[in-house]
């Protein structure tokens, strides 16, 4: 594609439930990055594709959050149990390989937990 | 591991005022660096990026950024700046080589507001 989509551009959940957002990188792109960005504050490192493989996932706050990703392209990340501290923009990126690590961001992904 | 600090959180200035905003990582190694920015209700996108050479790097838009590795710093320029230039601006660090972490270590952004 053209850039990297994210869907949906908002969701609005309940305390409780649980919510998947989606991330289209880059056709040919090989990494994958999904990063938290709470207002005010710079971008948090959640995960981190190598092709489908994920070699870091030390950023995940905690074993509610898990993301995969299948045939080298979409991915998802799904937030169990929400919290109202998991609101917050969900951005993706992707860049061509690992070692050339320019990234193209998504418009990201506002979840706001009531 | 990686950090970075970027000083200024929110910066105002008028047009054609100069800019300056500070980025100093942590890392002993190799480094490549990097200045994203965000123009409000758009995405994130690359303004300059330095891996080696010159470490004086030209970006888009008339900026550029000095790589100081005495300073461990990375220092976004513009002479003169426009009303366009209203934006978040967030320097990014990862390691070059190997033994690091290719993980992009961002800094907490600095939010510019030129007045026209």
């Known amino acids: 594609g053209a850039g990297v989509s994210q869907s949906p551009s908002n969701k609005v959940t309940e305390k409780g439930k649980d919510v998947e957002l989606r991330c289209d990188p880059i056709?040919?792109?090989?990494?994958l990055y999904w990063y938290r960005q709470r207002l005010g504050q710079g971008l948090e490192f959640l995960i981190y594709?190598?092709?489908?493989?994920?070699?870091?996932k030390s950023g995940l706050p905690s074993d509610r959050f898990s993301a995969e990703r299948t045939g080298e392209s979409v991915s998802t990340l799904t937030i169990q149990r929400t919290q109202q501290e998991d609101s917050a923009v969900y951005l993706c990126?992707?860049?061509?390989?690992?070692?050339?690590?320019?990234?193209?961001f998504g418009p990201g992904t506002r979840l706001t937990v009531l | 591991a990686q950090s970075v600090s970027q000083h200024n959180h929110h910066v105002i200035l008028s047009e054609a005022a100069s800019l300056e905003l500070g980025c100093n990582y942590s890392y002993g190694g190799t480094v490549n660096l990097f200045w994203y920015v965000q123009y409000p209700g758009q995405h994130l996108q690359l303004l300059l990026k330095?891996?080696?050479?010159?470490?004086l790097v030209k970006g888009i838009k008339g900026f550029e950024a000095e790589f100081i590795k005495s300073k461990f710093s990375f220092n976004l320029r513009k002479p003169s700046v426009q009303w366009s230039d209203t934006a978040e601006y967030f320097c990014a660090v990862n390691a070059g080589g190997t033994g690091g972490s290719y993980i992009p270590t961002f800094g907490r952004g600095t939010s510019l507001i030129v007045h026209p």
């Open positions: 990126a992707s860049s061509l390989s690992s070692s050339y690590n320019e990234q193209f």
């Open positions: 056709s040919g792109h090989t990494a």
């Open positions: 330095y891996f080696s050479g010159d470490p």
């Open positions: 594709f190598q092709g489908n493989s994920a070699p870091d």
